[in-house]
Nanobody, 122 residues
Framework: QVQLVESGGGLVQPGGSLRLSCAAS????????IAWYRQAPGKQRELVAH???????NYVDSVKGRFTISRDKAKNTVYLQMNSLQPEDTAVYYC????????????????WGQGTQVTVSS
């Protein structure tokens, strides 16, 4: 059972940058893929980026070229570097371990944490 705590969110103007951190505990952290999700007001949660245990990454089209996901296994931490932020990126950002088919979470629906708020506004 891995526990994940998000941090690094805040208020930023359009065009700005933030780096989110996902601090993990648990022996299986280095094995499981980890993903960043976001949920905007009135919208469903969406997966925006993920990284596998082997370091393979993928991104939703709307953030390609702007966001970079990485992981430091020695520090048990996954990062999301967000550049060129726009108001459409405003959301609560969460990290979690996806299920094998990426349709849910590996540890179930109760595994979601508090997330970290990202607000992009002028």
């Amino acid at each position: 059972q891995v526990q994940l705590v998000e941090s690094g969110g805040g208020l930023v103007q359009p065009g700005g940058s933030l780096r989110l951190s996902c601090a993990a505990s648990g022996s299986n952290f280095s094995i499981r893929p980890i993903a960043w999700y976001r949920q905007a007001p009135g919208k469903q949660r969406e997966l925006v980026a993920h990284i596998t245990g082997g370091g393979r990454t993928n991104y939703v089209d709307s953030v390609k070229g702007r966001f970079t996901i990485s992981r430091d296994k020695a520090k048990n931490t996954v990062y999301l570097q967000m550049n060129s932020l726009q108001p459409e990126d405003t959301a609560v950002y969460y990290c979690n371990a996806p299920s094998d088919d990426y349709s849910g979470t590996y540890y179930g629906k109760d595994s979601w944490g508090q997330g970290t708020q990202v607000t992009v506004s002028s």
